[in-house]
T-cell receptor
Framework: DTAVSQTPKYLVTQMGNDKSIKCEQNLGHDTMYWYKQDSKKFLKIMFSYNNKELIINETVPNRFSPKSPDKAHLNLHINSLELGDSAVYFC????????????FGDGTRLSIL | QQQVKQSPQSLIVQKGGISIINCAYE??????FPWYQQFPGKGPALLIA?????SEKKEGRFTISFNKSAKQFSLHIMDSQPGDSATYFCAASMRVTNAGKSTFGDGTTLTVKP
């Protein structure tokens, strides 16, 4: 039923570890995004993929590596986690055509100990 | 030029009152202006959106007013209800040449008191 689903919902881990977050959308959309929302609720785009191709890569540390095995999936792998990586990470997708809204997942809350 | 400035940062309104959130942008190439509503523990969800060829769009208690010459747009929530308490984000995007990238405002936390 869920249009954009992320797993896990919560992720608690130690500094220095490597972790992955998975995202899947069943809307048939071609474009998918990763956003980071900090404690002040600011939403910052990190990456965007269109049909498995990376098209937006904001100034994100290269410890973050997105991977899109197919257009319905966009995963985010984070190496060597740091305290500042603690945030809520949202996946989103958008359909083709002009003026389409983005559809967000419910987020993954990442806490670094 | 890519920024969208949103105000106020937080807003407290009594039940039944009008909530108004304002946004301003610089880039005249923006041509789609959605508002998103986010409840705690959930992702943002589209509330209402407008294109710059109209000055106002209304959906139920929610209205967007758009002033193209001033490069400003605002969200009005009439008869505000406690269930409207959420964080609201304005956004702006341009056509597919920019890969549909949306630029988000910093958000407004709305609290509607019963």
């Amino acid at each position: 039923d869920t249009a954009v689903s992320q797993t896990p919902k919560y992720l608690v881990t130690q500094m220095g570890n490597d972790k992955s977050i998975k995202c899947e959308q069943n809307l048939g959309h071609d474009t998918m995004y990763w956003y980071k929302q900090d404690s002040k609720k600011f939403l910052k785009i990190m990456f965007s993929y269109n049909n498995k191709e990376l098209i937006i890569n904001e100034t994100v540390p290269n410890r973050f590596s997105p991977k899109s095995p197919d257009k319905a999936h966009l995963n985010l792998h984070i190496n060597s986690l740091e305290l500042g990586d603690s945030a809520v990470y949202f996946c989103a997708s958008k359909g083709q055509g002009d003026n389409q809204p983005q559809h967000f997942g419910d987020g993954t809350r990442l806490s670094i100990l | 030029q890519q920024q969208v400035k949103q105000s106020p940062q937080s807003l407290i309104v009594q039940k039944g009152g009008i909530s108004i959130i304002n946004c301003a942008y610089e880039n005249t190439a923006f041509d789609y202006f959605p508002w998103y509503q986010q409840f705690p523990g959930k992702g943002p969800a589209l509330l209402i959106a407008i294109r710059p060829d109209v000055s106002e769009k209304k959906e139920g208690r929610f209205t967007i007013s758009f002033n193209k010459s001033a490069k400003q747009f605002s969200l009005h929530i009439m008869d505000s209800q406690p269930g409207d308490s959420a964080t609201y984000f304005c956004a702006a995007s341009m056509r597919v040449t920019n890969a549909g990238k949306s630029t988000f405002g910093d958000g407004t936390t709305l609290t509607v008191k019963p």
